[in-house]
């Protein structure tokens, strides 16, 4: 995901005036804008770590499109594709060349045993209606906008209520949590590193990603990192 320099989320009046925060929607947006590279043929080349195993990952992002590859011991490579829109999710896997249906309740699958599934890579939530702005926190020592958002009625999918934390002066997420119909929370993403590949162009290097117990909060069952090495210029497969 690259993080784009988005300053407009933290214009200030005056040098004296309190920061003047923007829509939820717009903040939302601004973040959506800076997970994505700039161009499909610029790939992301990393791995899923978990209690000493390592999954090569490749993802290939532009806005609404994102395809993504993963190979594990023993196993071919696997390659899927998403097309997300504001009140659908198309996920596709590409099987001997010909371009076949995920199944929508198989996006909370686990990736590879990990704590990553499909709905996590796609970072479904970002494209959901009617975010809700409810305040400035800090995530660590940085200040973020905090959104609530809810899924839609009769959307696929794991969370019901989600909240991102969204850098005040870079527009980029900094922590997402989600969480059940009872409220609990089962995952947590938190961003630990990032590196900067060009001009005001910068891009995850490393996540943690929490699987969470819904009853005790708080308590982390498993943990996978999510790590990049600099982007690579190789396209991906097209969709047929």
């Given at each position: ?20 925060a923007p829509s939820a ?155 059940d119909k009872t409220g ?34 708080g308590r982390r069952i ?19």
């Amino acid at each position: 995901m690259i993080f784009k320099s988005l300053l407009a989320c933290a214009m200030l009046a005056t040098a004296t005036a309190q920061t003047v925060a923007p829509s939820a929607r717009e903040i939302l947006e601004g973040a959506r804008i800076s997970a994505t590279l700039t161009k499909l043929d610029e790939g992301l080349s990393g791995s899923l770590r978990k209690s000493g195993t390592t999954t090569p990952i490749t993802l290939f992002l532009k806005g609404k499109d994102i395809q993504f590859q993963f190979t594990q011991a023993g196993s071919p490579l696997r390659v899927f594709h998403m097309r997300i829109a504001d009140e659908s999710f198309n996920l596709f896997e590409m099987i001997d060349g010909k371009t076949t249906d995920f199944p929508a309740a198989k996006i909370v699958e686990s990736i590879a045993g990990t704590d990553l599934t499909y709905e996590d890579l796609a970072l479904r939530f970002f494209y959901w209606p009617n975010p809700q702005l409810e305040g400035i926190e800090n995530v660590g020592a940085e200040p973020c906008y905090k959104l609530r958002v809810d899924k839609p009625r009769g959307a696929a999918g794991r969370y019901e209520v989600v909240y991102v934390w969204v850098h005040t002066k870079y527009g980029a997420f900094m922590k997402i949590t989600g969480h059940d119909k009872t409220g609990g929370k089962v995952k947590e993403f938190q961003v630990e590193d990032v590196m900067k590949v060009s001009e005001n162009v910068w891009t995850l290097r490393k996540m943690q990603v929490a699987t969470c117990d819904p009853t005790h909060e708080g308590r982390r069952i498993s943990i996978t990192d999510l790590v990049f090495d600099a982007p690579r210029k190789t396209a991906p497969r097209g969709l047929r």
